[in-house]
């Protein structure tokens, strides 16, 4: 019986410790959420910095994946489709992926995609580029907008570009050597997705 006395006793002392205690807290208060809300502003820019990181680095375990299944040319990974598919499509399915239509911007590029289409899609291939002349007719440009500053195309048999309003975008043919032809942009194509390495 006088333990359970010892334990009440006890126990009311602890409720009462602990009211006590709270009720000096409502006076500190004030003072504790200015501090507290700072640091729940800190708390928070530190969350949303981690979130970040953590989608860069999805990112980069992504990249990493496709450069494994297709091939790294310079700062780009590239990934080939033997899937036939007009212009639009083709693009549409790059994007989603997080890429793009592959654009080469410059003679070993050209060489090294020419290289890897040839191995990948076969030696009579002819693939997508990121690479229209959809907005102003003769001038190509890449899917951002941009100019093409580099360009490929074959001159010396059929001198191209020579589809005029017909013929918007641009293909790599294989067996040209990476020469590049305009192209009805509804013609169905295997196409290569780029992907640029931070």
């Known amino acids: 019986m006088e333990y359970r006395r010892a334990c ?10 602990v009211t006590f205690q709270q009720n000096g807290k409502k006076n500190k208060q004030n003072n504790k959420d200015v501090v507290s809300l700072k640091m729940y502003e800190e708390l928070k820019q530190k969350v949303q910095n981690i979130e970040l990181e953590v989608i860069h680095l999805k990112e980069q375990q992504a990249l990493q994946t496709i450069c494994l299944k297709g091939v790294q040319i310079y700062n780009k990974c590239f990934l080939a489709f033997n899937e036939l598919k007009a212009y639009h499509q083709a693009s549409d399915m790059c994007f989603a992926q997080g890429g793009t239509l592959s654009t080469p911007e410059t ?8 290289d890897y289409v ?5 030696s009579s291939a002819e693939i997508w580029l990121g690479i229209n002349d ?19 195309w074959e001159t010396e048999i059929t001198k191209q570009p ?13 067996t040209a050597i990476g020469k590049w032809f305009d192209k009805n942009c509804k013609t169905e194509l295997p196409f290569v997705c780029q992907f640029s390495i931070v």
């Open 8 to 17: 009440v006793l006890l126990c009311l002392f602890c409720f009462a410790q």
């Open 107 to 114: 003679g070993d590029e050209n060489d090294s995609l020419y």
């Open 118 to 122: 040839r191995k990948s899609i076969g």
């Open 134 to 152: 959809m907005a102003t007719e003769g001038n190509w440009q890449d899917l951002n907008g941009s100019p093409v500053t580099f360009k490929h």
């Open 162 to 174: 020579d589809g005029g309003k017909q013929e918007n975008c641009a293909a790599m043919s294989v």
